[in-house]
């Protein structure tokens, strides 16, 4: 992944965005500085907070939206649209698996349908991945099934970037 432009975000911009991660998912994220990266693959919208890769912009059934990576989960808790796995399943999810019914010990139930989620361990809390829901939080609980299609994960080409 090749930087093809970087440059600041106006106020209006990171107002956009903190505003967004503070209604989905109930973090304050506070930065000195805030720069969109555009890079030449075009694979991801990525925004840098403070020099790090801790926002991603994805497109959604709600529209294009700021979402946290995982790093930025890491960085800032999430407190709403966490789906919590078990031990068992860290592996797959940390090698881009969707996330299974069998594997989830917790889900938000305010999730619906569609939207993006962040997905992390029982034992510490860590994220995992970034993916959409795939039905509402209230029926990811279960015996079967696929239920969050994994966008972004530990280890991915993101997860790696630094500039």
Do not use: C
Not at 47 to 54: H, I, K, Q, S, Y
Not at 72 to 82: I, R, T, Y
Not at 102 to 119: F, M, Q
Not at 124 to 132: E, P, Y
């Amino acid at each position: 992944m090749d930087v093809k432009s970087r440059h600041h975000l106006r106020s209006d911009a990171v107002a956009e965005i903190e505003t967004a991660l503070a209604a989905n998912l109930g973090v304050d994220v506070d930065a000195d500085t805030v720069e969109n990266v555009e890079l030449t693959d075009g694979e991801w919208n990525i925004v840098l907070v403070d020099g790090e890769p801790l926002v991603l912009y994805v497109e959604s059934g709600n529209g294009r939206e700021p979402f946290l990576t995982v790093r930025g989960a890491n960085e800032f808790p999430p407190d709403d649209h966490v789906v919590t796995v078990d031990p068992g399943a860290i592996q797959f999810v940390s090698n881009g698996a969707d996330v299974m019914r069998p594997g989830i010990v917790a889900a938000d139930t305010s999730i619906d349908e569609g939207d993006l989620v962040v997905v992390t361990e029982k034992t510490h809390g860590k994220a995992l991945a970034v993916g959409q829901a795939l039905v509402d939080g209230s029926e990811m609980l279960g015996n079967e099934g696929r239920v969050v299609e994994s966008i972004h994960h530990v280890g991915d080409e993101l997860y790696e970037f630094d500039i």
